[in-house]
């Protein structure tokens, strides 16, 4: 079993979709081991996506994930990080496959609802970005 980190976006969190979100996300057999609702500032914000400075979209993005409050989940399957990535659909809403999670919610390519750790970004910095050993639980 592998670990990965989802986060449900300031603009999914702002339409009450956080619900439908966490379903169909373990409807797809993932099993939540730690989650917590935060509002990052923009030097958190920042931080979190600091493999993304310098490109054109950063400012925007930094401004937009602490735009309000995100919920933050680490989430344990086989393979989940490549597996999550299929159940969210591409970073485009346009482009993702029909029932992705972006097809469905995500308005534009930057307001795409969540955020999935890539698999080959080291999705444990992720996860520990937001979580200490103590805040994940294994049942
Ligand atoms: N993003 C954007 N414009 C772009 C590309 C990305 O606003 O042209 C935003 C979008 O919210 C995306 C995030 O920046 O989810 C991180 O981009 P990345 O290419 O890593 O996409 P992801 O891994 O989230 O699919
Ligand atoms: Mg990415």
Partial sequence: ??????????????????????KQV??????????????LNKEQGGKFYEIHKGKDFYNWLVDFISSGPVVVACLKADSAPARLREVVGAT???????????????????????HASAPDE?????????????????Y
């Fill in 122 to 138: 080291n999705p444990q910095r992720e996860i520990d970005f937001f979580f200490k050993a103590g805040d994940l639980h294994e």
């Fill in 1 to 22: 079993m592998e670990k990965t980190l989802l986060i449900i976006k300031p603009d999914a969190v702002r339409k009450n979709l956080t619900g439908n979100i966490l």
């Fill in 26 to 39: 373990m409807d797809a057999g993932f099993k939540i081991i730690g989650m917590k609702m935060l509002w």
């Fill in 92 to 114: 485009d809403p346009k482009k993702a496959a029909p029932n992705t999670v972006r097809n469905l919610y995500g308005t534009s390519v930057g307001e795409n609802v969540v």
